[in-house]
Each structure stands twice: as C-alpha cells, then as structure tokens.
C-alpha cells in the first residue's frame, strides 16, 4: 500500500506563489506516474499536471505557463510550483499516483487565492 501526504498549501495574494509537495511511502516511486487534481465543492476533480516515470509532463490549459510539475525519485516525492495564482485556482489540491491498474490519493491540500 502507498500513502501520499501533501503539504505546502495556504492562503497566497493574487500574482504570488506556492509550491506543493507530496511525499509517496514505499519503494516504487520511481515507476508511478504522478499527478495533481483539484476540486472544489460541487465540482469534478480536475487534472491540473501530471508527470511520467520517464519525466514526461502534460498540464490542464489553465495552468500551462504558471505551473511546473517536477519530481525527485530519490526523495519520493512530486512538486507543483505555481506561480502566477489567480483567485479561480482556490481548490483543494490532491496529489495521485498510479501504476497500471493501481492508483493511490493523497488527503488534499487546500490553496486559497485571495487578497
């Protein structure tokens, strides 16, 4: 069994900055995709960025040129920096990792967008 932990969410001013990070338990990190939803109430989870074990990276169009998905399979862990955050990207963000027919949700973090 995998556990994701995210962390890394707040309350940020419109134009600024955060970055999420999401720590994975066990040993095959390294062959997961990963990838950061959000939801927010009464709304589907959405894709916001995914990363490949081989470093591949695709981004919801909302997103692409404010947000970078990373990972560091040595520490087990995936980033999402954002930058440029408008108030409509106030979500709960969740980290996910999946392997053929595997997959695994961390608990969310809340981003709250706000001046």
């Known amino acids: 069994q995998v556990q994701l932990v995210e962390s890394g969410g707040g309350l940020v001013q419109p134009g600024g900055s955060l970055r999420l990070s999401c720590v994975a338990s066990g040993s095959f990190f390294s062959i997961y995709v990963m990838g950061w939803y959000r939801q927010a109430p009464g709304k589907q989870r959405e894709l916001v960025a995914a990363?490949?074990?081989?470093?591949?990276?695709n981004y919801a169009d909302s997103v692409k040129g404010r947000f970078t998905i990373s990972r560091d399979n040595a520490k087990n862990t995936v980033y999402l920096q954002m930058n440029s955050l408008r108030p409509e990207d106030t979500d709960v963000y969740y980290c996910k990792g999946s392997f053929m027919s595997d997959e695994y949700w961390g608990q969310g973090t809340q981003v709250t967008v706000s001046s």
């Open positions: 990363i490949t074990s081989a470093g591949r990276t």
